[in-house]
Structures are given as C-alpha cells and as structure tokens.
C-alpha cells in the first residue's frame, strides 16, 4: 500500500500489524504486548492503536478475551465447501491428520419435536441416537449429534465405521444430498467443555437433513465444530 500524509495514520498500523502477522514475528494464537507497549514500539498514540485494533477485530484478524488480552486470532485448519457433502472424517484425513471417535451415547430413544419434523416421522416411532466426539489427532474437532428413523434400521443395528455416511451404505441406505443450516452459538455449558473451548470461543452449528436416492429424509444430524478450528465457504455464482 502507497501512503502519503493524508493518510490515516490508524491505516498504516493495520498494514504494520497485518505485515507483522505475515512475517512470522506474531504468530497466531500469541497474544499482544499491552496498549502502551504495542503503541510505543509502533510509534503512535493509544488512540490510533486502538482504532487499528477495532478494526482488525471487525476482520476477524484478532480477537479480544475480556479479562485477559488480545490476540492473534487461530488460521482455522480445516476447511470446506458447503455445497459439498463431505463426512467429518474425510475432512480431516484431507488435512493429513488421524480421525479419531470418542462415543458418549447409541441407542434407540423418543424423537424430539424437530426429530418428527425433520425426519418426516411418525410420533409413535423411535429414532437411533448417536452422540460423539469426533477427534484429529487426538484433539475434540467437533461434537456430533445423528438421528436415523429407527424403522429404516434392521434389529440389532451398530455403528460400524467412524463414517456414518459409510456406516448407512453398509445398512444399505445410500445418501445422495442433504439440506443444511449454519448458525453460531456462544459458550455451551456442556459441549463446550467436552470440546475445551474456554468462554469466549463461539461453536459452528451445522445442522444437516440427508436424503437417500429415493427422496426420504433418513438422517438429521447437528454438528458443532470449533469455531477457531474449522471454516466453511460458498461458491456463488452470478445467473444471468
């Protein structure tokens, strides 16, 4: 970027720290020295850093935790498209990384309201819970929570492979695409503590309706990812 004297001096700090961040000498995850400290070894007034920094948080380049500083906001390290249907293992494997399932619960319940809804199900009928952590590397990726109409399933059915889209092929239930929905949520008393995610790192909902070749709606799943961890993208085109 070209500067000249009508320039923001607040502008030229946010190339400095972007420049600084690119070079290696703040590394994501670091936390930053003190408003004082950072604006003397920048030269500038508090002010003038504190407008930089407002609007690097805006761009999500650094991130405040109330309480205890600001910091160098994590490069997410896995990544996908959403308009590709893809299972959490194969994107991690994707990233060179072993997937791994940590399973809290499987077993036949009640539906919720959203079950019978989503699942076009009968009220009367059950559904077949599973909920587990998936794991890269040993480290909590995301919490997952499936629904499958427990009348699509023979007796007996398990999960048998850490893939449940692979899983269902082998029951002899083949997705062809599926719905989502993606939302984020704040700090959740219970699976943000499974996932290690302190109180200021947001979850990544991903709520999925999968359809098998014939239409029917046979798996309702919800995923929570960690926000730091993962991002999703779009690809949108113009029509004409």
């Known amino acids: 970027m070209n500067y000249n004297f009508q320039t923001p001096r607040y502008l030229v700090v946010i190339e400095q720290i972007k420049g600084k961040i690119k070079d290696g000498e703040l590394e994501p995850g670091e936390r930053l020295p003190s408003e004082t400290v950072f604006a003397k070894e ?12 407002r609007i690097l948080e805006e761009e999500n380049i650094i991130i405040r935790k109330h309480g205890v500083g600001t910091f160098v906001n994590q490069k997410p390290v896995f990544t996908g498209g959403i308009e590709e249907l893809f299972s959490i293992t194969d994107m991690i494997e ?13 077993g036949y319940v009640d539906p919720h309201g959203d079950d019978v809804k989503e ?15 998936r794991t890269a590397d040993g480290k909590p990726l995301v919490y997952c929570i ?25 029951a002899g239930i083949t997705i062809s695409h599926a719905e989502a929905e993606i939302k984020t949520v704040g700090y959740h008393e219970e699976i943000s503590e499974i996932m290690n995610c302190d109180k200021d790192t947001p979850l990544l909902v991903l709520r999925q309706i999968h359809y098998d070749l014939n239409n029917r709606p046979v798996l309702y799943s919800i995923n929570f990812f960690k926000s730091d961890q993962i991002s999703f993208h779009v690809m949108r085109k113009r029509i004409i």
């Open 146 to 170: 499936d629904k499958i109409p427990a009348n699509l399933l023979e007796k007996g059915y398990k999960l048998n492979q850490e893939s449940i889209l692979s899983s269902l092929e082998e």
């Open 94 to 106: 994707r990233e060179g990384k072993k997937p791994g399932t940590e399973v809290l619960f499987t």
């Open 42 to 53: 920048l030269g500038v007034s508090r002010n003038t850093l504190r407008e930089a920094l």
């Open 119 to 133: 699942l076009n199900m009968d009220e009367a009928e059950q559904v077949f819970l599973v909920k587990r952590v």
